[in-house]
């Protein structure tokens, strides 16, 4: 992908492309009816696949991935698709576009390429406004920057819809979206999103859905980290880990990693720990979402007390050769957790 280097700046600082011809955003449904997503990595792809299943087989759908074995997978496997050259080719024959990048930079640089040339409401076979929906996980101000260089180009409105729920959430279509969007866009933004997920969240205007998974994100580590300390406790005490379990399950130090996720092996059938930490919410990922939370929190003036021990956790646990590439909750073995 090419840098962002089509973007310009304005004095304050902020991103921008130049100006289109104004014209309204439409609302209706067959205005809507071409899709585009780009990003069918592990969440995109069962994303993607449950967007196509759902939406009437009249609609188009236009899809792009920079690896060409997922997009020519997804064409033989879900089918009904057109596989874009580039990202520009997704924005120019689709009217609502759904990405799910990895980084920062990957959302900056497939954005660089959607909006220029500023023409896609004069030049590109479908002249309607599009609706960008961006569910990658991604620092708020980076976002931000990309959303008013959208919105500076008159060429549509962009949302941020970062998602919860993992891969497992993605595959079933049972995802939860946390998203930052006007008022203007907001039913059509649901009703789209809703096809890939069980419950939309709006928390405010644009870059609000960002601020509040990365709120919850940065929780979720910090929990892990202390369930896994507690469990290594207890067990290490003498106690058995599924009574432990059971009773901080009823008690105040309930939570999503002891309830739901609990990092001794055994106790949850079926959890990442019980797999040999296989699956799951990879530590890498957290590790990045926690990086994220801290650079956001600094941005704002905030300096997270127990963040930063949490990230050299994570990042020693990473570096660990018989934790790499698993479940965060393998904190527990790196800690010295009986299995």
Same mark, same amino acid.
């Given at each position: ?11 304050? +600082? ?56 997922? @997009?020519?997978?997804?064409? /033989? ?48 076979? =479908?002249?309607? /406004?599009?609706?960008?929906?961006? #569910? ?39 995802? @939860? ?54 469990? =290594?406790?207890?067990? /290490? ?17 309930? #939570? ?13 059938? $079926? ?8 699956? +799951? ?15 956001? +929190? ?24 018989? #934790?790499? $590439? ?14």
């Amino acid at each position: 992908m090419r840098a962002a280097g089509v973007f310009r700046r304005h004095a304050s +600082g902020a991103l921008a492309v130049p100006a289109a011809s104004r014209r309204g955003f439409a609302t209706a449904n067959r205005l809507q009816a071409s899709y585009g997503f780009i990003g069918l990595g592990r969440m995109g792809y069962p994303m993607a696949k449950n967007l196509r299943t759902k939406i009437p087989e009249s609609d188009t759908m236009i899809i792009h991935d920079v690896n060409e074995a997922s @997009t020519a997978l997804f064409a /033989k496997e879900v089918g009904n698709v057109t596989i874009a050259k580039n990202v520009r080719e997704v924005a120019e024959k689709s009217t609502t576009i759904i990405t799910v990048l990895p980084e920062p930079s990957h959302v900056q640089s497939v954005f660089g390429q959607v909006l220029q040339p500023p023409t896609l409401l004069t030049e590109a076979p =479908n002249h309607h /406004k599009r609706l960008f929906i961006d #569910c990658s996980t991604i620092d708020p101000k980076t976002s931000s920057e990309v959303a008013e260089a959208a919105h500076a180009s008159g060429q549509g409105r962009f949302i941020d819809a970062p998602m919860s729920g993992g891969v497992v959430g993605a595959a079933a279509g049972k995802l @939860t979206f946390m998203i930052g969007a006007s008022e203007s866009v907001l039913e059509r933004a649901t009703e789209v999103l809703m096809m890939m997920g069980k419950r939309v969240i709006h928390l405010g205007p644009q870059g609000s859905g960002l601020k509040g998974k990365l709120a919850n994100n940065y929780l979720l580590a910090l929990n892990n980290v202390a369930t896994c300390e507690a469990m =290594n406790m207890g067990v /290490k005490w003498g106690l058995d880990p599924h009574k432990l379990a059971d009773m901080i399950n009823t008690a105040t130090g309930k #939570c999503w990693p002891s309830e739901v996720n609990n990092p001794v092996p055994g106790v949850i059938e $079926g959890s990442p720990a019980s797999k040999g930490y296989e699956g +799951g919410f990879g530590t890498s990922l957290m590790l990045k979402d926690l990086k994220l939370a801290l650079k956001a +929190g600094q941005e704002a003036g905030i300096e997270p007390q127990l963040g930063a021990y949490a990230r050299d956790i994570y990042a020693a646990v990473e570096k660990d050769e018989s #934790c790499k $590439g698993k479940d965060f909750s393998v904190v527990y073995r790196f800690i010295g957790g009986k299995e």
